[in-house]
């Protein structure tokens, strides 16, 4: 099944009921585990990889399918590392390609056993849980910000608790903050000097907690803000002081042109006229927004430099390769290097008549190309629309209360 979508034929008026950060909900649901808590975690996310989450963690089964979640995968693989039992885990094709030699290397030196199961430094594997040792271990910072939150939020359940060095770069350095953040709330303190992260042994201590509204999708309204003539967007639950790091979006729109005012109950959006001549911008602490600014620039025609995108080829798909197939098909040609860079310095090409944007299996995809329909008389077809449930289930009824036509059209 395919999406046809159409932009709103008047101006946008609407208030958004952003889904809970799956970030923290999924950090959430493992402190509360980790502290024997009696309370609900309030205000959870609906999404597919929170779901999986509570499905796990809620489950007599020894064999578990977290599907395409990796902060599931990773925060899991910790987890029953140290619950006495032998337990497997796996997940979708794409799961199965998405590295975790780093997290088995280093959960084994702190006293696991986790075998592979298929191929070697890839999910499946099968964890033979035990109380762990703990230990000071060095482990590369440049790949995946989750497998050092994995380790830390099992670390004060150590006997000697843990110790990590950090080598090379450290990427998403923001999640880091919002995984330690976290278990200060529950009652655990880690020290963070340079490169070095030491846990000492404690216990964890239950709390009531409330998720905060996701500002990965509000970067999503963002977009369709920046892409919109006339529009006022009020998006419920996001605050100034978030724990998460894409809340930096907020900054960068306000160089395509979009203000924010914070209120109460969350954001309000409004036009400026403050649009820069050309973007330029390090997405390693915030990698989740590139495919948002990606497609927001090209559609205003503003070229772009974006760096820190290495982190980019090991997500949901490959997303530098995505992103310059998909926008081709539109007409806009861009280059990448290194793996880690994107640029488009303005060259079109002809666009496809009828172009279809692929989702690859990537919920960004889909959320990011959406709004392109603002700016296309055509409107723009998506594919797999369903995708979106990884992360903001409700985006496409929150695009037709904004007033968007979404209509079916068969593959
Ligand atoms: O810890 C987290 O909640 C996340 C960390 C980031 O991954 P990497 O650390 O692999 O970049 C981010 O892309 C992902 O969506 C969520
Ligand atoms: C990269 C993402 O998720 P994960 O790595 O948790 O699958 C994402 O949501 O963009």
């Not at 585990?33 to 205000?43: F, K, T």
């Not at 006339?230 to 203000?259: M, R, T």
């Not at 400026?272 to 602490?285: A, D, P, R, S």
């Not at 927004?289 to 927001?296: K, N, P």
């Amino acid at each position: 099944m395919n999406y046809q979508i159409d932009a709103p034929g008047s101006a946008i008026r609407t208030t958004v009921k952003l889904p809970a950060s799956k970030s923290i909900s999924n950090r959430a649901l493992i402190l509360n585990a980790l502290s024997y808590s009696a309370y609900d975690v309030e205000n959870l996310s609906d999404c597919d990889d929170t779901n999986l989450m509570v499905k796990a963690l809620n489950s007599n089964d020894r064999d578990f399918n977290v599907g395409a979640a990796g902060t599931t995968m990773r925060f899991l693989t910790a987890f029953l590392s140290k619950v006495v039992g032998e337990w497997t885990i796996t997940g979708t094709e794409r799961m199965k390609n998405r590295p975790i030699k780093v997290l088995v290397d280093a959960l084994n030196a702190l006293g696991a056993r986790i075998e592979y199961m298929e191929k070697e430094g890839y999910p499946p594997l099968r964890i033979f849980g035990s109380a762990l040792q703990g230990g000071e271990i060095s482990l590369p910072g440049n790949v995946s910000s989750q497998y050092i939150s994995a380790i830390l939020m099992i670390a004060p359940l150590t006997e000697n608790g843990v110790t990590l060095h950090l080598e090379g770069a450290i990427i998403s350095r923001p999640y880091i903050h919002i995984t330690l953040q976290l278990m200060e709330q529950y009652g655990v303190r880690a020290s963070w000097t340079e490169n070095t992260i030491k846990v000492l042994p404690q216990e964890y201590k239950p709390i009531r907690f409330t998720v905060e509204s996701d500002w990965s999708a509000a970067s999503y309204w963002y977009e369709i803000m920046a892409l919109s003539k006339n529009a006022e967007i009020e998006l419920l639950g996001l605050f100034k002081n978030s724990l998460q790091g894409d809340a930096a979006g907020a900054k960068l729109f306000a160089q395509l042109g979009v203000g924010t005012t914070y209120t109460k109950r969350g954001v309000m959006l409004k036009h400026t006229g403050n649009i820069c001549e050309k973007l330029v911008y390090n997405f390693v602490n915030e990698p989740d927004l590139a495919q948002t600014f990606v497609v927001t620039c090209v559609l205003l025609n503003i070229p772009f430099r974006f760096t820190g995108l290495q982190s980019l080829k090991i997500k949901e798909t490959d997303r530098i390769e995505a992103l310059k197939t998909e926008l081709r098909k539109l007409g806009y040609v861009l280059t990448d290097r290194n793996d880690s860079i994107l640029e488009w310095n303005g060259e079109r090409r002809e666009p496809e008549s009828h172009p279809v944007i692929a989702t690859y299996e990537d919920h960004r995809m889909a959320l990011s190309f959406a709004p392109a329909a603002l700016v296309r008389p055509e409107g723009i077809e998506i594919a797999h629309p369903q995708v979106v449930s990884k992360s903001y289930p409700h985006y496409w009824e929150d695009l037709k209360a904004a007033g968007f036509s979404i209509r079916e059209s068969a593959l």
